[in-house]
């Protein structure tokens, strides 16, 4: 199940990735700065996350095959930098939604109670 985990986590970050470029530079729209840095941290990201996860699979055959020495932490290693990777890719979204306000307001009417509502407001 975690192979199907990390096949799509790759996956997902791959296709944010193009589409990310691609809805940013449609028309012939030039990127922001903010939106550059966004697309370079992506990219960076995904790179350094698929390597360090073909790695731990390497290493884990390896550990599973061999039993040398050191190579289960090198490979728990390369887990724990798969994981502080994916949470820094998503962390970009902060560059993404920089100039973006999240509002929740709510109304009290009646008998009902109060209704929440979430909307993006450009800052």
């Not at 090198?74 to 990777?85: K, N, R």
Request: net charge negative.
């Amino acid at each position: 199940m975690f192979i199907v985990f990390m096949v799509c986590s790759e996956v997902y970050m791959l296709l944010s990735c193009i589409l990310y470029k691609w809805s940013h530079e449609s028309n012939g729209r030039v990127m922001t700065k903010s939106e550059v840095r966004s697309y370079q941290y992506k990219k960076r990201l995904f790179v350094f996350n698929l390597a360090m996860f073909l790695t731990a699979v390497y290493m884990f055959f390896r550990h599973e095959w061999y039993c040398e020495t050191g190579v289960y932490s090198i490979f728990a290693l390369c887990e724990y930098l798969v994981v502080f990777s994916n949470i820094a890719f998503h962390y970009t979204a902060k560059y993404d939604f920089s100039d973006q306000q999240v509002l929740l307001a709510g109304e009290e009417s009646g008998d009902h109670p109060k209704e929440m509502v979430l909307s993006l407001h450009p800052v």
